[in-house]
C-alpha cells in the first residue's frame, strides 16, 4: 500500500516550510510521519489512508462539540449563503459579543478578532495604552500567541530580562517583558517590588496548557491579583485554550470558586469561541476596553475581524455548551480518560501523573504533577515518543509533543474512552 500521508509530506515540503503551517504538526518532537487530515466525524478523524483515530486534539482545542456538529454545521452553511465578509458590521458580531459578556462577570466589552496571537498581542498594546506603562510580565512555559514581545521565554533561576527565544526577534523588542517561573511566588514578589510601577500588565495561562498541564497553585494566583492590584497592573488572562473549554465560566470561574471576589482585569479567548474557525477576542471592563479606536487612542483593526461565518460557528458552539449538564458530562468523560490511563500505567509500573479540568487534561510521564516549566521538561522524552507512536499505530491521536494539553470533546463516548484507555495498557507493558 502507497503511504499517501509520506507521499503529501514530501509533496508539502517542497512548497511550505517544513511541509507544515504551525510547526507542532511536523512532528518534529516525536518523529515520523505526520497523518494529513482528509475527514472528520464525532470524536474521529481519517487521515489520508483512510486511517480511523480517536482524536485527542480536536483542532487544539475548538472542537469541543466534536467534529461536525449538526446545529453548528447548518449555522454555518447557512451564514456562508448570506456573504462571506463584508468590512462592516453585522447582527451576529452583537450577539457574539453579548454571548461572551453573559457567561463572563469580569468583561463588560469585547473586540473580536482573528486569532489567540492577534486578540493575546492587541490586549498587551491595550494595557499599555491605558496604563502609560511599557513592562510586561509573562512566565516561562506560558505560550501567548507569536507576536515579537510574546515570544520570550527565560532561563531558570532568578528573574532576568528576556532573551528572544526565535531568531528575528531584536532585544530590544523584548526589552520590556519580564519572564518569570510560573508558580513561583517570591520571584513574583521581588519583581513587583523592583518595577512593579512600570508594570502594565501581567499575562498568565491560569491553567498552562503549552507546557503540557499546569496549574496557577492558589496562593500565588492569589499573590498575582493582589500585586497587580497593590500597583496598579492589570491582570491578564491568557484564556484562548482554556476559555469555554475548561468550564462555561472559563478558568477565571474555577479560580473565583477558590478565591473569594477573584477576576482578572483583561481576558484573551480564542479557539472555542470560534468552534474551528478563525475567531478569537479580548475583552476588559469598559473604562479599558474604551481605551481603544474608535473611541481612544490604542490603534486596533482587522479586515477579517467578526467574520460573518466565524462568528455563526462560534455563537452556535457557545450556545451548545450552555445546555444543561454539558460540563458535567465532558468532565465526567475527561476523568474516564484520565483515571483510566492512571491506571493502566499504574499496572505497567510505568510512573504517571495527569490532571484534568472540564474537557482539558494533561498526562506525565512522572510520579507527580510538575509546577512549572524546568520540572515539566524532565520529561523523558524518548519514553513519551515511544507512547505516542505506540497510541497512534493502535488508532489514538494525542498531542504530538510532551509539552501540549490534550482535549475531550462531548463527542467521545464510553466506548471510545474504554478503547483508548485498552490501547494504553498495551502500550504502557511495552515502556
Ligand atoms: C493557541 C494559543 C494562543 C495562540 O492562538 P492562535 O489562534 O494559535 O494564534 C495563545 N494563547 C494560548 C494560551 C493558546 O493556547
Redesign the pocket.
Same mark, same amino acid.
Request: aromatic letters at 12%.
Given at each position: 500500500m502507497t503511504d499517501r500521508n509520506h507521499a503529501l509530506f514530501e509533496r508539502a515540503k517542497q512548497r511550505i516550510p517544513g511541509g507544515v503551517n504551525s510547526p507542532v504538526r511536523a512532528f518534529k518532537a516525536v518523529g515520523g510521519t505526520p497523518r494529513f487530515v482528509q475527514r472528520a466525524q464525532g470524536a474521529y478523524f481519517w487521515d489520508a489512508n483512510d486511517q480511523r483515530y480517536i482524536d485527542y486534539i480536536g483542532s487544539?482545542g475548538p472542537m469541543i462539540l466534536g467534529h461536525g456538529h449538526p446545529a453548528v454545521l447548518e449555522a454555518v452553511q447557512k451564514a456562508a449563503l448570506d456573504g462571506f465578509s463584508f468590512g462592516a458590521p453585522t447582527e451576529r458580531e452583537v450577539e457574539l459579543a453579548e454571548e461572551i459578556v453573559k457567561l463572563v462577570p469580569s468583561i463588560d466589552m469585547v473586540r473580536l478578532v482573528s486569532? &489567540?496571537?492577534e486578540a &493575546?498581542m492587541s490586549a498587551i498594546r491595550l494595557a499599555r495604552g491605558a496604563t502609560g506603562r511599557k513592562k510586561i510580565i509573562k512566565f516561562e512555559g506560558c505560550?501567548? &500567541?507569536h507576536a515579537d514581545a510574546l515570544l520570550v521565554k527565560a532561563g531558570s533561576g532568578l528573574a532576568t530580562f528576556g532573551n528572544p527565544t526565535s531568531a528575528g526577534v531584536p532585544p530590544e523588542v523584548v526589552q520590556h517583558t519580564l519572564v518569570l517561573e510560573y508558580n513561583n511566588v517570591e520571584q513574583l514578589e521581588a519583581a513587583f517590588a523592583e518595577q512593579g510601577d512600570d508594570i502594565a500588565c501581567l499575562m498568565i495561562?491560569p491553567i498552562a496548557?503549552?507546557m503540557n498541564f499546569v496549574r496557577a497553585s492558589v496562593p500565588f494566583m492569589k499573590r498575582c491579583r493582589e500585586l497587580c492590584t497593590q500597583y496598579g497592573a492589570l491582570l491578564a488572562f491568557?484564556e484562548?485554550?482554556t476559555g469555554f473549554r475548561v468550564a462555561l465560566g472559563c478558568a477565571q470561574s474555577v479560580y473565583a470558586q477558590l478565591i473569594p471576589g477573584f477576576e482578572p482585569d483583561m481576558t484573551v479567548m &480564542?479557539?472555542v469561541i470560534g468552534g474551528g474557525m478563525p475567531l478569537?477576542a479580548f475583552g476588559a471592563k469598559r473604562a479599558v476596553m474604551e481605551q481603544l479606536a474608535p473611541l481612544g487612542a490604542v490603534y486596533q483593526a482587522g479586515t477579517l475581524s467578526g467574520n460573518p461565518v466565524a462568528t455563526a460557528c462560534g455563537l452556535t458552539t457557545l450556545k451548545e455548551i450552555q445546555k444543561p449538564g454539558f460540563f458535567e458530562a465532558l468532565s465526567a468523560r475527561t476523568q474516564q480518560l484520565t483515571a483510566g490511563l492512571q491506571n493502566a500505567a499504574d499496572a505497567a509500573g510505568v510512573p504517571f501523573a495527569t490532571d484534568s479540568q472540564g474537557g482539558m487534561f494533561g498526562f506525565f510521564l512522572m510520579d507527580t504533577l510538575p509546577q512549572n516549566y524546568a520540572t515539566v521538561m524532565t520529561t523523558d522524552g524518548p519514553r513519551f515518543n515511544r507512547f505516542f507512536h505506540g497510541m497512534l499505530d493502535r488508532g489514538v491521536y494525542f498531542a504530538p509533543a510532551l509539552y501540549e494539553a490534550g482535549f475531550v470533546s462531548a463527542a467521545h463516548s464510553e466506548a471510545d474512552v474504554e478503547a483508548t484507555v485498552a490501547a494504553a495498557r498495551e502500550v504502557f507493558a511495552t515502556l
Open positions: 487544539w486569532s &489567540g496571537t &493575546g505560550y501567548h &500567541g495561562e496548557g503549552n491568557d484562548v485554550m &480564542g479557539k478569537a
